[in-house]
């Protein structure tokens, strides 16, 4: 059998996603829960794989099982095991082709940035606080020069192993809600780096260091080192994942902040 889960967790106590031998990885943790579920070693595939510090509310994984188990032990019961940090969404018995990485058709990620000029307590390590005023209506038509297929080596870190810095992003916005200005781009794939890289970029328009072509410029130059530093990785966000509708795979609306997973709806 072969099982899709939807997963949520909170990035700021692991590595990353993906299993490492130095510190505690959200890989590691699931893997840990579902062989003891499945009464055999289960290795996970993901849709996406965050960095330190990164969060989720729409990952996707599929594993393969060897004993028969009923959907309720992915959910209710993995939830029992997980640390409060990672949950279960939701479970699913899916096609013998489906892979949750090779098979996904989009991204989606989220950047949430409080523009105030105190940081929130009870939010630390969950969005980015930027004290300086920004103007987001600026930051979102600047962002239109990232649509289309193009080349985002400007926006790709020096360790990313992609043979090709290619991508396609499908859609961007920026909007503010209050004190909250939210960064939404959906893409075919992405870099390593490549949204943190370009929420740099666009924080330097907001505040007015730059015009609302400096998008368009950094990209043209193809050169990470003339582009502004890498945002924080705690207020990013994985909100969803698309797949063919062949798939059937739940698309629930979730996220922080209550917004829906595209910010459109």
Request: aromatic share 8%; hydrophobic share 35%.
């Amino acid at each position: 059998m072969n099982i899709a889960l939807g997963i949520e967790y909170s990035g700021t106590h692991y590595c990353g996603w993906q299993r490492q031998t130095h510190s505690p990885s959200v890989q590691q943790t699931l893997e840990n829960v579902l062989s003891e579920i499945a009464d055999h070693e289960v290795q996970v595939y993901c849709a996406g794989r965050t960095d330190t510090g990164v969060h989720a509310t729409g990952q996707v994984v599929n594993f393969q099982l060897n004993n028969q188990r009923p959907l309720k032990a992915w959910t209710m019961g993995a939830n029992t095991l997980l640390p409060d940090d990672i949950s279960v969404v939701w479970a699913q018995e899916v096609e013998e082709n489906f892979h949750a990485r090779h098979s996904a058709v989009s991204r989606r990620y989220r950047y949430v940035i409080q523009n105030t000029s105190y940081p929130s307590a009870t939010l630390s390590n969950r969005v980015l606080n930027y004290r300086q005023e920004l103007n987001h209506e600026n930051m979102h038509i600047a962002a239109q020069s990232l649509l289309g297929e193009q080349s985002f080596a400007s926006f790709q870190s020096s360790s990313c192993q992609s043979p090709t810095p290619f991508r396609c992003v499908h859609e961007t916005n920026v909007i503010r809600l209050n004190e909250f200005v939210i960064i939404e781009i959906q893409a075919n794939a992405f870099l390593h780096h490549m949204v943190r890289n370009i929420v740099g970029c666009l924080l330097e328009v907001g505040v007015g260091n730059q015009d609302i072509n400096y998008v368009k410029k950094i990209l043209s130059r193809q050169d990470r080192t003339q582009a502004p530093m890498t945002a924080k990785a705690h207020g990013l966000y994985l909100v969803r994942v698309g797949y063919p509708e062949k798939y059937a795979i739940p698309q629930l609306p979730s996220g922080p902040l209550m917004l829906p997973d595209n910010l459109n709806d």
